[in-house]
Nanobody
Framework: QVQLVESGGGLVQPGGSLTLSCAAS????????MGWYRQAPGKQRELVARITTNGSPDYADSVKGRFTISRDNAKNTVYLQMNTLKPEDTAVYLC?????????WGQGTQVTVSS
């Protein structure tokens, strides 16, 4: 059974930091491009960042310079380090793993940026 389990969300003040983790099981993690998406109320789901099987990252313009995605293939885990958080970063953050044959999603973790 494939599982992507996110953790690390919460409430943080503007300018603060959070690190999200996504632990994968039931897949050969190293052959999946892993990504973080987010969805705010009333808005479409959007790509935040993704990292390829060879470790190349890609970011949405809105988070470039503030967020960093990384992966640890030995731990089957992908991370999202989020710095200088803004209220507009508030959303449910979802982990995604995909390759040519499969596309998997986690349940999401809530990130709220508010004073």
């Amino acid at each position: 059974q494939v599982q992507l389990v996110e953790s690390g969300g919460g409430l943080v003040q503007p300018g603060g930091s959070l690190t999200l983790s996504c632990a994968a099981s039931g897949i050969i993690f190293s052959v999946y491009t892993m990504g973080w998406y987010r969805q705010a109320p009333g808005k479409q789901r959007e790509l935040v960042a993704r990292i390829t099987t060879n470790g190349s990252p890609d970011y949405a313009d809105s988070v470039k310079g503030r967020f960093t995605i990384s992966r640890d293939n030995a731990k089957n885990t992908v991370y999202l380090q989020m710095n200088t958080l803004k209220p507009e970063d508030t959303a449910v953050y979802l982990c995604n793993g995909y390759n040519t044959w499969n596309n998997y999603w986690g349940q999401g973790t809530q990130v709220t940026v508010s004073s």
